[in-house]
């Protein structure tokens, strides 16, 4: 597959995709939660030969989230974010979890 197909089922989900509602409220407004996300781009994503893995890598210092973007043609986009934590608000997992939700999305 050359680049040129990745990019003409990227726009076919874009095309597809249609709008994220922000049906989840926090005290700075409302927001897409990562299950209105996931039910918004799934269909559209498999109607285009494409899905999303999302991953932890350990590394010194930090864990990060990676984002593969896989195409039916075996081809992967890579995207590493590092989990940006606040620790002491509570259960450190609770923080974590909430964390991790949040760069998901």
């Known amino acids: ?9 990227l726009a076919k989900f874009h095309k597809a995709v249609g709008t994220i509602h922000k049906t989840a409220r926090a005290q700075y407004g409302n927001f897409a939660d990562l299950a209105a996300v996931l039910s ?13 893995t999302q991953t932890f890598i350990p590394t ?29 608000r ?4 609770h923080s974590w979890g909430g964390a991790v939700t949040y760069q998901r999305r």
């Open 90 to 93: 509570g259960n450190p997992l």
């Open 40 to 52: 918004a781009i799934s269909g559209p994503l498999s109607d285009a030969g494409l899905a999303v």
């Open 60 to 88: 010194e210092g930090a864990t990060l989230l990676r984002t593969t973007l896989h195409h039916t043609s075996g081809q992967t986009v890579d995207s590493d974010v590092p989990i940006i934590d606040s620790p002491g």
């Open 1 to 9: 597959m050359t680049e040129s197909n990745l990019a003409a089922a």
